[in-house]
């Protein structure tokens, strides 16, 4: 009787051991770990000169025409690359329509934008730069702005050797691109877990993962960047209220004019979810156990107990990696041959600086 009082248990252990084996053998099929170190761009050179001038470029509010909104105002590095605001305030306190997705890891999405409209992050440093409700520039007048500052001139030579022309509004988006590749969370516990470590994840953790993956989740929420890789209708069993899925942005419609876009969107990349509140383009829910619940019956048709949201809420907790630590640029100063800030208003038929 003592053999089979020690052999039961150890059975038992054998056999735990075994699903968590199967578990992380199919996580490591369906996720893979951030690198530590940036990928090659196909246009855009990653060297020290550009990476560097796409640092000072991504906090010089001066690409702005009120010299207050730079690329870290809507995707601050010190907050998970995001704004913390459920849209984006702009140019003269306009409120943006859409929620200002994460800069980090962002080099792995498949496109740029809830809708893919830029597809990769070269494209995407243009639009915020030229959009009215956002920095409200023109191409001519941040060019004019980069070139009136002998620094940065001096920067863009380097940078982009050989060029006739360097400081232009391309190399610029270059620049920022490059930069912007650098911003990857490696080391998470999820990582970890990946790479072997079965004791990186608590067994609550372990839970979420399992239930992230058996009951769906992962089917869109997948790859390096846990999503960003493609494109799906928000509602696809149970369309949410039109609080959380406003019924005047149809999402990937506006870019492809094809029906079966409408109401779709990129599905956002998890990496550093817990830090990125709120959720979903409308940026309407604050609570990550709340999101999962809404995901749950919108896209998967389930009703998650309070315990299974819980623990999958639990599990994207995991997806928390190191953050960049970037050192604030020192500027180049203006000239007078700058542009100068144009941050007037409009209220009514008046209007105020």
Wanted: glycine content about 10%.
């Amino acid at each position: 009787m003592r053999k089979f009082a020690v052999v039961l248990p150890l059975l038992a252990v054998m056999a735990a051991s075994s699903g968590q084996d199967e578990l992380m053998q199919r996580a490591q099929v369906m996720f893979k770990p951030i690198p530590a170190t940036p990928p090659a761009l196909e246009d855009t050179p990653m060297t020290p000169e550009t990476i560097e001038l796409g640092k000072m470029l991504y906090f010089d509010p001066r690409l702005s025409r009120s010299w207050l909104i730079s690329c870290n105002t809507c995707h601050n590095l010190g907050l998970g690359g995001v704004d913390l605001l459920e849209t984006s305030i702009g140019h003269g306190w306009q409120k943006g329509p859409r929620n200002a997705p994460t800069v980090l890891n962002a080099v792995f999405n498949i496109a740029q934008f809830w809708d893919g409209r830029a597809k990769d992050l070269e494209e995407q440093a243009k639009g915020p730069v030229q959009a009215a409700v956002e920095m409200n520039n023109s191409t001519d007048r941040a060019v004019a702005t980069l070139r009136s500052i002998p620094e940065y001139v001096e920067r863009f030579e380097k940078a982009f050797p050989g060029e006739a022309d360097p400081v232009s509004f391309d190399n610029m988006a270059k620049a920022i691109e490059a930069f912007e590749a650098t911003l990857l969370t490696p080391g998470s516990r999820f990582d970890q877990y990946l790479d072997g470590n079965g004791g990186a994840l608590s067994a609550r953790e372990v839970q979420g993962l399992r239930l992230f993956m058996d009951r769906g989740c992962a089917a869109c929420h997948s790859g390096m960047n846990a999503g960003g890789a493609g494109y799906f209708p928000f509602g696809v069993v149970e369309k949410p209220g039109a609080d959380i899925l406003p019924r005047d942005d149809k999402g990937r419609f506006a870019v492809t004019q094809t029906a079966s876009d409408e109401y779709v969107f990129k599905a956002p990349s998890l990496r550093n979810v817990v830090l990125t509140p709120p959720y979903f383009h409308s940026g309407k829910v604050w609570n990550l156990d709340q999101a999962v619940g809404i995901m749950g019956s919108a896209q998967l048709g389930q009703r998650l107990s309070a315990e299974e949201t819980e623990a999958i809420a639990a599990f994207l907790g995991t997806l928390t990696g190191e953050q960049p630590i970037v050192a604030y640029p020192v500027l180049p100063p203006h000239t007078d041959g700058t542009p100068l800030p144009d941050v007037e208003v409009a209220v009514g038929e008046a209007s105020v600086h």
